[in-house]
Each structure stands twice: as structure tokens, then as C-alpha cells.
């Protein structure tokens, strides 16, 4: 079965700094989602990856799905406290939309 | 984008009584609609697939006479913990899929809390 991992688990930035997540899978991507999370919240969709070599971005995030179809980045330029939250990658390895997700990335954005 | 609500927020119940969770979509029709659960500080893992006008599909190691799902319309699907047992407390999501895109958008989420 496929399994994404994410690195790194948590990171504390000072707010203005760029940082990057780490989505990695264990096959061939065929959709890449973003999602960011509150504690205690449901799921915010931010972008879908699809070819191999694609860049998306949304205000101050960027995502990139590698050439391989295994990897996928999420870089934030200049992070704000607003930015705080949980990340996570989801795929539809069986292309029946039921997802599986990567473990989670947690980002503190300091003032 | 699209607009899933789920309610209740947040209910505590206890030990032995059933809880019923509803799930809907605001502003579009989903065929298919998917029920989550994740536990503190893990990720969402699927529970089953609620597919409207059918029976769900279950993930594997998930009880369907445990956790019963109704999708009666296109913009409703409901989750029932029956008699629950407080290894149910968990953080439910579902999610629901617009159209033919794969795109899934979910609900803000429903904490159980089973004394």
C-alpha cells in the first residue's frame, strides 16, 4: 500500500522567514493535494498537483510535484502568524478518491 | 471554494448511547461523500464511503454495525455511533467530493467525547 511521509513533523519559524514541507511518497504520485488544518478544525484545501514538474501557488505558498511523481514541496515565502497550523498531503493512490494522508507537518509562525 | 458543515461542533454522551453526526454539503451536490476519524496529533484515516441512494463501503478493521452511515440526498450524509464506548472519543471529518473533479472538501470536523 501506499504511504506518504512528511518532514519535517514540526518546525517553529520566526515570522518574515521562508520554509519548506516535504511530502514523499512510497509509488508514483497521481494527484497531489495540500491541505492546512487548525487544531481542532476540518480541512482547508489549498491545491492539487497532477504532472510531473508542476507548480502551483496561492498568495505566498508554493507547491511543486517532482519530476519522479514522488515527491511534492510546499515552500511559504515570508511566513506570517496566520500561516500557523498543520499541513498535510493527501493522494488517491487507487484513483477511487478515497485518500490516504501523509503524517503531518506542524508550523508555528513566531511574532 | 466549496462549503461542507457538519454538526454537531462538538458533543459529549455517555457510555452506551448513540450519536448521530450530520455532514452536508451548502452550495453543491456530492455523490460522494467520505468519513474520517483522526486521533490526537495523527493524521485522517478514511472510515468508509458514503455513496448517495447506496449502502457505504467500509475500510477495512472499520465496523459497519458500529458506525452506520446514511447518505440519503445529494447534500446530506449522516454518521451514527451506535452504543457508544469511550475508545469512540475521536475527532470526526467528513468530506465530500464535487462532481467529477477528485477534489475533496471537508467539514469543519465533530469531537466525540464518550464518558
Known sequence: SQELEQSPQSLIVQEGKNLTINCTSSKTLYGLYWYKQKYGEGLIFLMMLQKGGEEKSHEKITAKLDEKKQQSSLHITASQPSHAGIYLCGADPSGTYKYIFGTGTRLKVLA | ?115
Not at chain 2, 471554494?1 to 452550495?27: F, M, N, W, Y
Not at chain 2, 451506535?82 to 475533496?104: K, L, M, N, V, W
Open chain 2, 1 to 115: 471554494g466549496a462549503v461542507v458543515s457538519q454538526h454537531p461542533s462538538r458533543v459529549i454522551c455517555k457510555s452506551g448511547t448513540s450519536v448521530k453526526i450530520e455532514c452536508r454539503s451548502l452550495d453543491f451536490q456530492a455523490t460522494t461523500m467520505f468519513w474520517y476519524r483522526q486521533f490526537p496529533k495523527q493524521s485522517l484515516m478514511l472510515m468508509a464511503t458514503s455513496n448517495e441512494g447506496s449502502k457505504a463501503t467500509y475500510e477495512q478493521g472499520v465496523e459497519k454495525d458500529k458506525f452506520l452511515i446514511n447518505h440519503a440526498s445529494l447534500t446530506l450524509s449522516t454518521l451514527t455511533v451506535t452504543s457508544a464506548h469511550p475508545e469512540d472519543s475521536s475527532f470526526y471529518i467528513c468530506s465530500a467530493r464535487e462532481g467529477s473533479g477528485g477534489t475533496q472538501y471537508f467539514g469543519p470536523g465533530t469531537r466525540l467525547l464518550v464518558l
